[in-house]
């Protein structure tokens, strides 16, 4: 089989807008305030990139074969967590007195994963600038990807049985007939990827890079593309149609046999735990590397676009940013890794996520409730005696036999309690290094 997670890397982020249609994305308030926000994050993702591709999958949410939509993930339980677990693999990279980092994400998520965890919330706050492989709204990204294939090479690709199967494919993820027609044959094959994960809990919409790129536009980081969308498109065709061809009945034929499930919520799993080490022995497990076709395509996919990778980190570092460069984890590992070409560059790199750990998260706490605001007169109206207040001064004049002003916390009646004092406000928590 040909290397479907470097495959995936290239093609789920421009893949996300065919997964969901927006209508699905409900602004209803039936929902606990912390689903609320993770349907607003993801409408914000989707809407990176929902000019991309004129074709919109409509999945049919109501079908009982069909799995559920990513909106409906968000019902599970976990996802009212307050802190954020730390997920991926994490270097500090420092050169020059300034510090970058890399980030291996993984593009596809689960809704309880939107959260970054607090030491890659920390890394984030300290960049000023987020770099990822493609900007979703970057104009030029848009024209490239909303550029309708070649109808006659698409029914040269796509002919025959290789047609059938693809058919058949799209019927049992819930894609309508048509509804991807005018992709390039190897990304209609590769949003079925996508979509068989769905199953797993595991959604295109709530891919890693794509919820980074939602938190910077929020906080008006500037975010800066490394590749640009035309050299992906190429790298994922191989550059000519049989390559193509070969790599469709290959995918087809991970997905019918569903082998293809169980890689990607291998790799998820991996991704999570933090795990760099099993991550970096993907060989092992990905079946991937068994042919010198998937070894070509293994070397096109990740190693000849690493070097590039690491140009443009270098770049903005050299030109006086901090980057947070966030790009697919099997990027970061190996030989030809992203680690080691920055070290390799003059850069002290230093692990900070990589070793395997157990995921914790800590639900949100009761909120204090607030002190009732003070009584003020009414304009206009009689003073209650005792009421009037001094001018000059925020505080109530004290009449004659009239009672003092409250305190900051009313006193105890005798033989009773002390009311109890408002929580102190939460800090963030600090990380070790």
């Known amino acids: 089989m040909p290397d479907f997670l470097s495959i995936m890397e290239l ?33 914000q993702a989707l809407a990176g990139v929902g000019g991309c591709f004129i074709a919109v999958f409509t999945v ?120 991807t027609a005018r992709l390039p044959p190897i990304l209609q094959v590769t949003a079925l990827t996508a979509l068989a994960a769905r199953a797993d809990g595991l959604y295109a919409e709530f891919g890693v890079d794509e919820t980074l790129a939602v938190s910077a536009r929020n906080s008006n980081k500037p975010i800066v593309a490394l590749e640009n969308a035309a050299d992906q498109l190429r790298w994922l065709t191989g550059g000519s149609e049989a390559e193509e061809a070969e790599q469709i009945d290959a995918m087809l034929d991970e997905l019918e046999s569903g082998r293809l499930r169980g890689q990607l919520k291998t790799l998820a799993d991996i991704w999570a735990r933090s795990d760099a080490a099993r991550l970096a022995r993907y060989p092992e497990w990905c079946e991937c590397l068994n042919t010198p076709a998937e070894q070509r395509l293994m070397k096109r996919l990740l190693d000849d676009r690493n070097p590039g990778l690491a140009d443009g980190i270098e770049r903005l570092h050299a030109g006086g940013r901090s980057a947070f460069a966030a790009v697919g984890a099997l990027h970061m590992v190996g030989a030809q890794g992203l680690p080691t070409l920055m070290a390799a560059r003059g850069f002290t790199v230093t692990p900070v996520l990589t070793e395997a750990q157990a995921q914790m998260a800590l639900p949100m706490p009761p909120l204090a409730a607030p002190e009732p605001p003070a009584r003020k007169a009414v304009r206009g109206g009689k003073n209650v005696k005792g009421q009037k207040a001094a001018k000059g001064t925020g505080q109530k004049a004290t009449a004659k036999g009239g009672a003092k002003p409250a305190s900051k916390a009313a006193a105890a009646p005798k033989g009773g309690k002390a009311a109890p004092r408002a929580a102190p406000k939460a800090t963030n928590p600090k990380v070790r290094r």
Not at 79 to 104: A, Q
Not at 105 to 132: F, N
Not at 142 to 151: G, I, N, T, Y
Request: net charge positive; with cysteine; hydrophobic share 40%.
């Open 11 to 43: 093609a789920l982020r421009i893949l996300r807008a065919l997964v969901a249609p927006l209508r699905l994305l409900s602004r209803g308030t039936d929902r606990p305030a912390p689903q609320r926000l993770l349907a607003r994050l993801t409408r």
């Open 60 to 179: 049919t949410a109501h079908a009982a074969a069909c799995p559920p939509s990513a909106i409906a993930s968000l019902e599970k339980p976990g996802i009212g967590l307050r802190n954020g677990v730390d997920r991926g693999l994490l270097w500090r990279i420092e050169r020059d007195g300034r510090t970058s980092w890399l980030y291996g994400t993984l593009h596809l998520g689960r809704g309880e994963w939107v959260r970054p965890g607090p030491t890659v919330q920390k890394a984030m706050a300290q960049s000023d600038t987020l770099a990822l492989e493609l900007d979703s709204r970057d104009d030029a990204t848009v024209r490239a990807l909303s550029q309708p294939a070649d109808p006659a090479a698409v029914a040269r690709v796509l002919s025959g049985e290789r047609a059938r199967r693809l058919e058949r494919q799209n019927a049992e993820a819930c894609v309508p007939p048509g509804s």
